[in-house]
């Protein structure tokens, strides 16, 4: 029964799906005390961009 498993397990692996990735500006050299929100951009992304994650 396990053998019957195996090709869709092995299957659902090899995707073949793309993903895009997105260059991002470096940190500011600088304390910076604001930050000016863009549509989109997640409290993560903001506190990753200047190393608070």
Known sequence: MGFMALP????ACADSAHVMVVERAQPPTEK???????????LY???WRYNMD
């Open 32 to 42: 910076i005390n604001s930050h000016w929100v863009s549509p989109g951009e997640t």
């Open 8 to 11: 869709f397990i092995l299957l």
């Open 45 to 47: 992304a903001i506190a």
